[in-house]
């Protein structure tokens, strides 16, 4: 059987309470959040700047270029806008090995903001994720 990493896509605060509530259920699993840049820039910089978070996440960077703005060994904030398909496939591309990780996807409000067109492509394009939920 080969080793799945469990990558979250997701928002906060879902992350940091399941951090902090079941560590070890936690082991394998990446949490990525993603959201307009603006709004994870701001989400970086309130990470970057509470000592709780940042201990609760190991190898922490904050690279200074493109889509990625933190990245850790169990959480990873990401600048794009959901509606861009291709862009978002080609972020999450870069940072994983997409076809040996099971994804679990939740979005908690962010299709009620966005068009009928744009959350229907948005599922179906999660729909089309290998070993994902």
């Known amino acids: 059987?080969?080793?799945?990493?469990?990558?979250w896509l997701s928002s906060d605060p879902n992350p940091w309470h399941c951090l902090s509530r079941y560590p070890q259920a936690c082991e394998n699993a990446t949490f990525i959040d993603?959201?307009?840049m603006a709004l994870m820039q701001k989400k970086?910089?309130?990470?970057?700047s509470t000592a709780e978070l940042?201990?609760?996440l190991s190898n922490v960077t904050f690279p200074e270029l493109g889509?990625?703005?933190?990245?850790s060994d169990q959480y990873l904030q990401?600048?794009?806008?959901?509606?861009?398909?291709s862009e978002l496939s080609a972020v999450?591309?870069?940072?994983?090995?997409?076809e040996n990780c099971l994804i679990l996807c939740v979005a908690e409000v962010s299709i009620t903001y966005m068009s009928v067109e744009a959350a229907d492509d948005l599922v179906k394009w999660a729909s089309k994720l290998p070993d994902g939920m």
Not at 44 to 48: I, K, L, N, T
Not at 67 to 71: A, D, E, W
């Open 1 to 7: 059987m080969r080793a799945l990493e469990s990558l």
């Open 34 to 36: 993603i959201d307009y």
């Open 44 to 48: 970086r910089d309130v990470v970057r």
């Open 54 to 56: 940042n201990e609760m």
């Open 67 to 71: 889509k990625l703005l933190l990245r």
């Open 78 to 85: 990401l600048g794009c806008d959901l509606r861009e398909l």
């Open 92 to 98: 999450l591309a870069s940072a994983f090995d997409i």
